[in-house]
């Protein structure tokens, strides 16, 4: 506890010296609204002595991610549960761009205490999720980060392997991410046939996602997401297989040339909280991170990716990239059933190497996957905001769900 609280301290020092020599525009998150917090019983009587609580979120992605943007939110939905039900406040904290910890140490930095809460992505730890991974595996059906987290939470509730890749935390929510797409730089050119794809040199990351590169011609080279833009500068790499908002995130477009309008996969991702911090806290301050958990965290945070989809492409044509669709031929050839069925073997193979019953799993996972085919088939043909989600039906449902589960009036 002692070196969590050191460690924010010095990064909120850090922080505040950043601030100060920064130069170029606001990279404050816009407000987006929220959902105006509940208040309960007798406001008399409130609980609570006056205690300020404080919550530590680690997040690696940038300070105008949308990870920053979705904790900073989430986390206001609970500071304002607690200051508008109890005597006490809580204060969320939440560090960016890797500045308390990286992408692959935010899992082990929350199941020891360091921090309180992380948002990651679980194609950082190879190894650690491999059924979480199958949110990865290409033509699994999945088309959006919003149906992905509607497919990610219902493996946790009814897979038991799932439930036990996070045993060492409280988990928040699981959720999907936008589509990963498929962009090659300015010199190599578009990918218009099936033979444009052999032999390019192809950043990846995650198992399940090398597989499919790997059984379309391609040769997957393993980068850490914020090296791609040097990667690809340099030409190291030819492509990536970058989603919408990492494209945004890390100013990907400054050195693609082209990319094809096609999901490749989604990927895992995920907010953790220590579970002795969450105990040690009193029963409004449990509620109000219980009232903004599983489904509702794990729906807005696939509401917020997908918005990307839609701002990300503006800021990409205007950087001169071309956004094209895939010719039939090569569509045909990327989605046939012969590399389907070989990259899905491999993943039931990979799965039986981890003692697990891979085929079991894997025809589970696809069924839930089926429940959603229909409702989530043409996400993308309306756009939408973040400014949005506060009001939607499923941000309303879902809050009302959570309410009666934890005998919460909602007013």
């Not at 950043?18 to 007798?42: I, K, R, Y």
């Not at 939110?73 to 039900?85: E, I, K, P, R």
């Not at 950043?203 to 914020?226: D, I, Q």
């Amino acid at each position: 506890m002692k070196l969590r609280k050191i460690l924010a301290l010095l990064m909120a020092m850090a922080m505040c010296l950043a601030l100060l020599t920064a130069c170029g525009g606001d990279t404050t998150p816009a407000e987006t609204g929220s959902n105006d917090p509940v208040q309960t019983g007798d406001t008399a009587d409130l609980p609570g002595d006056g205690t300020k609580y404080e919550l530590i979120v680690t997040n690696h992605d940038s300070e105008t991610s949308k990870g920053a943007q979705y904790m900073n939110d989430l986390g206001q939905l609970m500071s304002d549960y607690v200051a508008a039900n109890s005597k006490d406040t809580l204060e969320v904290f939440v560090y960016n761009g890797g500045s308390l910890y990286g992408g692959g140490e935010a899992y082990g930095a929350v199941e020891a205490g360091n921090a309180d809460m992380a948002w990651g992505a679980a194609a950082f730890y190879s190894g650690q999720f491999p059924i979480s991974e199958f949110i990865q595996l290409p033509l699994n059906g999945i088309n959006s980060a919003q149906m992905g987290s509607k497919v990610f939470m219902d493996m946790l509730a009814e897979i038991p392997e799932v439930a036990a890749e996070y045993a060492g935390v409280k988990v928040i929510q699981l959720q999907g991410n936008c589509p990963g797409i498929l962009s090659t730089t300015a010199a190599y050119g578009k990918v218009e046939s099936p033979d444009d794809l052999k032999g390019l040199q192809f950043r990846t990351a995650g198992t399940t996602a090398g597989l499919w590169v790997s059984a379309v011609g391609m040769e997957p080279v393993t980068v850490a997401t914020s090296d791609t833009y040097e990667y690809l500068e340099k030409n190291i790499v030819n492509g990536c297989m970058n989603d919408w908002h990492n494209i945004d995130c890390f100013n990907l477009y400054d050195v693609i040339g082209y990319t094809m309008d096609y999901c490749v996969s989604t990927s895992p991702c995920f907010v953790i909280m220590n579970q002795a911090r969450y105990d040690g806290f009193p029963q409004h301050v449990k509620d109000a991170i219980d009232l903004y958990s599983g489904a509702y965290a794990s729906d807005m945070a696939g509401w917020y990716w997908d918005t990307c989809v839609f701002t990300t492409a503006a800021e990409m044509e205007s950087a001169g990239v071309e956004i094209y669709e895939p010719t039939q031929k090569l569509y045909d050839f990327m989605t046939s059933d012969s590399v389907k069925d070989s990259v899905h073997a491999e993943y039931i193979a990979f799965l039986n190497s981890y003692n697990l019953d891979g085929q079991a799993i894997y025809d589970k996972c696809m069924e839930i996957v089926g429940r959603y085919a229909d409702e989530y088939a043409t996400i993308y043909d309306t756009e939408f905001t973040i400014d949005q989600w506060a009001t939607s039906d499923v941000a309303t449902a879902d809050l009302e769900a959570n309410a009666a589960a934890l005998g919460i009036t909602l007013e």
